[in-house]
């Protein structure tokens, strides 16, 4: 048998090459560890500035995530959209938690492929029910998108940013192995 142009005896026992050794991805570990934080406070910090937005699913005042999350899961019989938008404000938050756990994994020594695949389906979920949120406006916030921008608090972007932040965290951690 040859080997890259050389002889091996036979019966000599072939070594693989030392590959390089797993590490930890402190980039990846950063961007998904504030994607889960985004997530999570997007709740707790107000979506809306002005008072007078208020719609079937928004109770009068400055809204954080977790009241228009309140507000959507009363109302009596919500229509699909409405029941849609209820998962993606909640999801946003679970998925928060889930990258900021998924952020502290690729700060061990492991292949950050699955944990990295795991954080990209996470944070594209978060995307589309962020973009669900924004198609439908005028439903949920009695606004139209550019309503809804102008008078958009930091709860609102937080919501927005969470998804595409992990996508990078997670595309960083698949990258890079």
Do not use: C
């Amino acid at each position: 048998m040859a080997q890259l142009g050389r002889a091996v005896p036979p019966g000599a026992v072939q070594v693989a090459p030392p590959g390089r050794p797993p590490r930890a991805d402190p980039v990846s570990a950063v961007l998904l560890l504030v994607a889960g934080a985004l997530g999570v406070w997007q709740l707790l910090l107000p979506w809306l500035t002005v008072a007078a937005a208020t719609g079937p699913g928004v109770s009068a005042g400055r809204p954080t995530g977790w009241q228009v999350y309140r507000a959507l899961r009363a109302l009596p019989a919500p229509s699909t959209e409405l029941s849609w938008a209820t998962l993606a404000v909640l999801g946003a938050a679970v998925g928060g938690g889930a990258l900021f756990l998924l952020g502290l994994a690729m700060m061990a020594p492991i292949n950050h492929r699955p944990p990295g695949a795991a954080a990209l389906l996470i944070s594209l979920l978060m995307s589309v029910g962020a973009g669900w949120l924004v198609g439908h406006a005028k439903m949920i916030f009695n606004l139209g998108v550019f309503g809804l921008f102008g008078q958009a608090a930091v709860g609102w972007y937080l919501f927005l940013a969470a998804g595409l932040v992990g996508i990078a965290g997670a595309w960083k951690a698949l990258s890079t192995g």
